[in-house]
């Protein structure tokens, strides 16, 4: 593995030198969101576990390493991430996972990728081999950089492993659907955020009326007890939990019917990221709606004011599900404060690659 | 009579702060001065020039401005409660106190968040959340003082953090003045905000990257049961032996507490908080959540704990023994200030296995240096809080004090380790941290704050050792690579 790493550090010396450019890459699965006419750096060959200590709930392993082999070696320790990380086609790489930064169906519950990472080892634009963070929880020495990496896209440097903070998964999991119309499903999180329920994920499918999922994560007694309770206010049906297992995972692997592109590609795929709390878009189709309305799928043509109109004034985190999404959301486009935003964003950019090697992502 | 300002204010910088906030907000006569000549960490004092306290983001705008014209060093400063000496003044500078700035500008139970102005006190957020069912997750043991500023400048914990998380696990936004004068608002209300996530780099940034002017978190249900366990032990491996097997069970206690024989000992002559003197170290392990869960969780912790050597268990049954179980914990600081004039507080971290070495190695230190010192944990994740007692009156207590802390920290950093897990770096661990990271990886921090700061006026010389102090300390981990050289600037 070592002589990977002088690999790495060599062609990053060598675009650094020449004035060239090169563009990380795992296996290319998220590529679709961030393509990329750089000579391509691949970190594929870097894998494996370095530590993985389930008492210390926390694994560092290399950044090529695939996703599901790592999910699958936690799993055997009774142990995940928690974060329940979004991923495409057969799944990717860890170093993909943090550099993209999407998360999935688990997100409110959970909080993003970022807060998951302990530590990071990095090479810089320099080529300079730094870590940053640890092992353990607390850590307050120093400025929190390796989180910075979470949803960076590749272009502050080349992420050689990173140490995540894993969980004991939930002793138990329990869907429940329910008919609903879209305002009323949105009203009931405004209620149920103050309630005590353990609740890992919605969705809510449809258009004015439509299907709410809502699944319940945590010990046996307590799942139990959040059922009869949300069936107290909300007429829910236990859902089969292979039926289950299946619709949360058309979620995390962006596989589900409504996000699929259609054949032409001709209408985008729009990724709402809005205050959970906003009422529905008045946007004609279907939705998926997930993260108790923090984000919202919806395919459709939108000219510049009719989003502003429907984001009630939080246009930053709306976009289109597409090849300019990854630039566009590191250019903070649409944010009410680019200047100082654009002007700190290059700061950061540069002290890790001053000479914009990964500037292609 | 002559009016002091007259004397020291040379430069006409009182004459403009009284300008900006009025008179009855600047304070320059030593004798008003000196109750903010340092934070709790009350070895490391210096007298400012100035202490201003303004009322809104305009009054702290119009400072910063002066500040930046002169280049005259701003330390940002809460309820002055941190332990690492953060606050501590820089006697040319402004003390910028926020305690003025204390309003809680919303509160939106729907949303589940809070927007608040940076001086609000920790514990004022779940109080005012309390009838909506809603808390305020992290909760440092100064939470009755400490203000919601302070505790994103240092991404402060508490004994629930296992569970909720720290600072920046419940913190969605934070706005504030950058040292340009100009405003910035970082993370928001939207689950994704676009642009690079500095989020992060604020939180815990110790007051050096901009003064935070508002601070909006997210609430979480108030779990409607907690009881606590007390386990016995016999030995501090056993008991820390005790803490891996609750972790590698698939349980995540809302709180994991240790305290060795010393800690319970004084704790228990000042509160008579019940605890078993004669273990060698207890362990207080807590669950919440509904009434099913948490007693479905304490029978298995109970299990647990008698399996793995505990010699003797209480639970709480009611609140107020709950309260008194945890009132020993709470109060091992004050404690630790009636046994001993003094004491000085370490924050290492290290993985949860290394505990109890790291025990054996700091009783060892105890005989070296010849000074007493008592062990109170946040088991749960590692974060070591050993309570150093000296007398500062006597001849070269304090040097040694300094230097037992200082060797604690270096075991902590070989132990896989960090030198601070919640206190921050501050003025006081700026040499350990040359240990913990190396000069390109020390580069990238004061290249990081000069983005924010260019001038260096904010909070200059706290956190980040220069690269001249850690060569001239000899304290210096050693580069895994030879350092190349860079561009950047070195200051």
Known sequence: ?361 | MNDPADMIDAEGLIEAMVEIVGPEWVLYDPEETRAYASDALTAYREIPRVVVLPNGEEEIVAIVNICQQRQIPIVPRGAGTGLSGGARPIREGVVLSLARMNRILALDPEAAIAILEPGVRNLAISEAAFPHGLFYAPDPSSQIACTIGGNVNENAGGVHCLKYGLTLHNVLQVRGILSSGEVFECGGQTPDSPGLDLLPLLIGSEGMLMIVTEVTVRLLPRPTHAKVVMASFDSIETCAHAVAAIISSSLIPAGLEMMDQAATRAVEDYVHAGYDCEAAAILLVESDGSKTEVDEEIAEIKEILLLNGSRSLVVSETEEERQRIWSGRKNAFPAAGRVAPEYYCMDGTVPRRQMAPLLAHIAQLEKHYRLRCMNVFHAGDGNMHPLILFDGKIMGEWARAEAFGNAILEKCIELGGTVTGEHGVGVEKLDSLCLQFTDAEREVFHALKKVFDPLRILNPDKGIPSLRRCVEHGRKRVDAQKRLPTNLEHF
């Open chain 1, 1 to 361: 593995m070592d002589g990977l790493v002088r690999d790495f550090t060599d062609r990053i010396r060598e675009a650094e030198a020449g004035g060239g450019t090169l563009g990380i890459q795992g296996h290319g699965s998220r590529s679709f969101l961030c393509p990329s006419t750089a000579p391509i750096l691949s970190t594929r060959h870097y894998q494996g576990v370095v530590t993985y200590e389930p008492e210390e709930l926390f694994i560092t392993v290399r950044a090529g390493t695939p996703l599901p082999e790592l999910e699958d070696i936690l799993d055997s320790k009774g142990q995940y991430l928690a974060f329940e990380p979004l991923r495409f086609g057969a799944g990717g790489t860890v170093g993909g996972m943090v550099a993209a930064g999407l998360s999935g169906p688990r997100r409110m519950r959970s909080g993003p990728i970022r807060d998951y990472i302990l530590g990071i080892r990095i090479l810089d634009g320099l080529g300079r081999e730094l870590r940053f963070g640890g092992t353990v929880i607390k850590n307050v020495a120093g400025y929190d950089v390796s989180r910075l990496f979470g949803g960076s896209w590749g272009r502050l440097g080349l992420i050689l492993d990173v140490t995540l903070k894993v969980l004991p998964k939930p002793r138990s999991s329990l869907t429940l659907v329910v008919d609903i119309e879209q305002e009323k499903a949105l009203n009931w999180f405004k209620r149920a955020r103050s309630q005590p329920w353990p609740l890992g994920a919605s969705l809510f499918q449809g258009y004015t009326a439509g299907q709410l999922a809502l699944r319940l994560e945590a010990g046996p007694e307590a799942v139990k007890e959040a059922f009869l309770a949300i069936s107290k206010e909300l007429p829910v049906k236990m859902m089969a939990p292979e039926e289950a297992e299946g619709l949360w995972r058309s979620l995390s692997t962006h596989r589900h019917a409504a996000l699929k592109p259609d054949k032409e590609q001709a209408v985008p795929l729009w990724r709402f990221s809005l205050p959970p709390g906003v009422e529905p878009l008045a946007i004609n189709g279907e939705l998926l709606i997930e993260w108790h309305g923090g984000l919202r799928w919806w395919r459709g043509l939108l000219d510049p004011e009719a989003l502003e109109a429907l984001t009630h004034g939080h246009p930053g985190g709306v976009m289109p599900f597409d090849a300019h999404f990854a630039s566009r959301n590191l250019s903070g486009q649409g944010t009410h404060q680019d200047k100082v935003r654009g002007r700190l964003d290059d700061g950061v950019l540069k002290v890790f690659d001053p000479f914009a090697v990964f500037s292609s992502g």
